[in-house]
């Protein structure tokens, strides 16, 4: 008998319900991707909500750009094809972002902290299928 698998909106939402940041849920909910389990990447994001508590960086961008990384990792010193790859997936990322909603910085996004549910389930889908599509792009 086959499993479903929860998708990365429904795992990231639920992880915020429970009181995880944005960052924590986004991350966490792409970790079929990224080599990390639950625990390891609610440690890992658990100081990038908010902005990093300062109104930056939306914490769900920050997630996503955290799965894109460690899915598409740029490790190896003079790697540039990898390098020259990470730096386009995380420009692509965030432009989408921005153009969806208008803004990164997360003390212009979230005025109403309960807009954030919409900017968590967008940015884990958008990650969750931009890795998906590389991965479809590498095997076939």
Not at 51 to 62: D, N, P, T
Not at 73 to 102: C, H, S, W
């Amino acid at each position: 008998m086959e499993v479903e698998r929860i998708g990365a909106i429904e795992k990231a939402n639920a992880l915020h319900e429970r009181g995880f940041n944005c960052a924590q849920s986004v991350l966490a909910s792409c970790s079929d991707y990224t080599g990390l389990d639950e625990e390891g990447a609610l440690g890992v994001s658990c100081g990038f909500g908010g902005g990093m508590r300062c109104g930056e960086i939306c914490g769900a961008v920050s997630g996503g750009v955290m799965a894109l990384g460690l899915a598409y990792p740029f490790r190896q010193e003079g790697d540039i094809p990898a390098k020259e790859r990470i730096n386009a997936l995380v420009e692509e990322y965030t432009e989408a972002f921005r153009i969806r909603f208008g803004h990164l910085r997360c003390q212009e996004l979230a005025g109403d902290k309960s807009v954030c549910p919409r900017y968590i389930a967008y940015a884990a889908e958008l990650a969750e299928t931009m890795i998906q599509n590389n991965q479809e792009e590498e095997r076939g």
